[in-house]
């Protein structure tokens, strides 16, 4: 069965640093892989996916990724982090009709 | 266009009671799923339902019921609640007009938080 699998419950780096929330996947065929944040008392919001053609995605608030076939992987990066990255981060799969996620990567910005 | 909502945004109930959560899909949007989120267990797939018709369930005891209705939107039901049912309840629709489409965004509403004393 399709899954995810995130290294790495938290994450701290200091404003302006690089940002890197890895995810790797398993699964027998190519999948479709989403990456999603929720801010505090809030719902998941989709930051990008990974369906077909170009590896390196570019999604919303400066993230992309990048689907590595060969590492089974699909991890999150952004250049320069925000103050305003803080929050939780979600790799998910999706395998038919419902998302499967990871557990989750807590990224805390320090200034 | 308005995204998903879910109301009530927060409930307190005691353990026994039954509660019923609603959800609003994005309009257009057929697809309709259902989260659980708990510290301990993450996100948990509850059930999806496309056009009225449930077609997938999580490994959820049959105390955790839904449906949906002819404009897509969603009801889910606890009844009997256990402490252990304290969580936020996600509810997310997608568009899926060919059916079940994997590459189709789930779009999530801002959750109900069910605290159960």
């Known amino acids: 069965a399709q899954s995810v699998t995130q290294l790495g419950s938290h994450v701290s780096v200091s404003e302006g640093a690089l940002v890197l929330l890895r995810c790797n996947y398993s699964?027998?065929?190519?999948?479709?892989l989403f990456w999603y944040v929720q801010y505090p008392n809030q719902g998941l919001q989709l930051l990008l996916k990974?369906?077909?053609?170009?590896?390196l995605v570019k999604g919303i608030n400066g993230f992309e990724a990048e689907f590595k076939k060969s590492e089974t992987s699909f991890h999150l990066t952004k250049p320069s982090a925000h103050m305003s990255d803080a929050a939780e981060y979600f790799c998910a799969v999706r395998p038919k009709h419902h998302m499967r996620f990871g557990a989750g990567t807590r990224l805390t910005v320090k200034p | 266009k308005a995204g998903v909502t879910q109301t009530p945004r927060y409930l307190i109930k005691t353990r026994g009671q039954q509660v019923t959560l609603s959800c609003s899909p994005i309009?257009?949007?057929?697809?309709v799923s259902w989260y659980q989120q708990t510290p301990g267990q993450g996100l948990q797939f509850l059930f999806e339902?496309?056009?009225?018709?449930?077609?997938n369930k999580g490994n959820f005891p049959g105390r955790f019921s839904g449906r949906q209705f002819s404009n897509s939107r969603s009801e889910m039901n606890v009844s009997t609640l256990e402490l252990g049912d304290s969580a936020l309840y996600l509810c997310?629709?997608?568009?899926?007009?060919?059916?079940?489409?994997?590459?189709?965004?789930?779009?999530f509403g801002p959750g109900t938080r069910l605290t159960v004393l």
């Open positions: 699964s027998s065929v190519p999948p479709y």
């Open positions: 990974y369906t077909t053609g170009a590896t």
């Open positions: 309009s257009g949007h057929r697809s």
């Open positions: 997310a629709s997608s568009l899926e007009l060919a059916g079940i489409t994997v590459t189709d965004t789930q779009y």
């Open positions: 339902y496309f056009s009225e018709t449930q077609r």
